[in-house]
């Protein structure tokens, strides 16, 4: 019944990993950054023009791209018989992530950086709380009949884990930073 639409997370994955290596390459050929220095988050590249307004559309597109593909989920699982409470709850953390992403695009780090700090926060926490969701939803799901191979729940909960803690190992947050983790658990 889904037809095309199951290539719209594909579509979305290689938009994204081609758009950001365009703005690094392009930082890198205008010298917008120094790899001297280390390597440059995203954000930072996307800062300066010209690259900032390819920046902007790549995360804007991408933006809404995820919103689609929220909301696509969100009337497969109804069609599936998914709680409604539940599958909304999803549905809204995964366009709250999308919202964000399309605040990081448009409020560059260098021009308005309390504004792309709040829309990382939209993107990555709510993001991450969606991907949570969707697996906790297939687990839920187990004795409805659904379409997937059974490793696909397994696949869901490593990526999941994998997510949270590079989210936590990239946080600038000390007590969640890889480094507090580890002096922590010595």
Same mark, same amino acid.
């Given at each position: $019944?889904? %037809?095309?639409? *199951?290539?719209?997370? +594909?579509?979305?994955?290689? =938009?994204?990993i081609?758009?950001?290596? +365009?703005?690094?390459?392009?930082?890198?050929?205008?010298r *917008?950054?120094?790899?001297?220095? %280390?390597?440059?988050?995203?954000?930072?590249c996307?800062?300066?023009?010209?690259? &900032?307004? !390819?920046?902007?559309?790549?995360?804007? $597109?991408?933006?809404?791209?995820?919103?689609? /593909?929220? !909301?696509?989920?969100?009337?497969?699982?109804?069609?599936?018989?998914?709680?409604?409470?539940?599958n909304?709850?999803?549905?809204?953390? %995964?366009?709250?992530c999308?919202?964000?992403?399309? !605040?990081?695009?448009?409020?560059?780090? @260098?021009?308005? @950086?309390?504004?792309?700090?709040?829309?990382?926060?939209?993107?990555?926490?709510?993001?991450?709380?969606?991907?949570?969701?969707?697996?906790?939803? &297939? =687990?839920? $799901?187990? &004795?409805?009949?659904?379409?997937?191979?059974?490793? /696909?729940?397994?696949?869901?909960?490593?990526?999941?884990?994998?997510?949270?803690?590079? !989210?936590?190992?990239?946080?600038?947050?000390?007590?969640? &930073?890889?480094?507090?983790?580890?002096?922590?658990?010595?």
């Open positions: $019944m889904w %037809g095309y639409l *199951t290539l719209l997370p +594909i579509f979305l994955a290689l =938009w994204a081609a758009g950001v290596w +365009i703005v690094f390459g392009i930082a890198v050929a205008n *917008t950054v120094n790899l001297s220095q %280390g390597f440059p988050y995203i954000s930072i996307g800062s300066y023009p010209p690259q &900032s307004c !390819i920046f902007s559309q790549v995360l804007n $597109m991408g933006a809404a791209l995820a919103a689609w /593909i929220c !909301i696509v989920r969100y009337h497969q699982l109804r069609d599936w018989g998914v709680g409604t409470c539940f909304q709850l999803t549905l809204w953390s %995964g366009l709250i999308a919202l964000g992403t399309s !605040i990081v695009g448009n409020f560059q780090e @260098k021009n308005q @950086k309390p504004t792309h700090l709040v829309g990382a926060f939209l993107a990555f926490i709510p993001g991450n709380i969606y991907f949570w969701l969707q697996f906790l939803q &297939s =687990w839920r $799901m187990s &004795s409805l009949r659904q379409p997937g191979e059974p490793w /696909i729940r397994p696949l869901r909960l490593g990526l999941c884990g994998l997510c949270t803690l590079l !989210i936590m190992a990239t946080s600038d947050c000390p007590a969640l &930073s890889a480094a507090a983790l580890g002096r922590r658990c010595l």
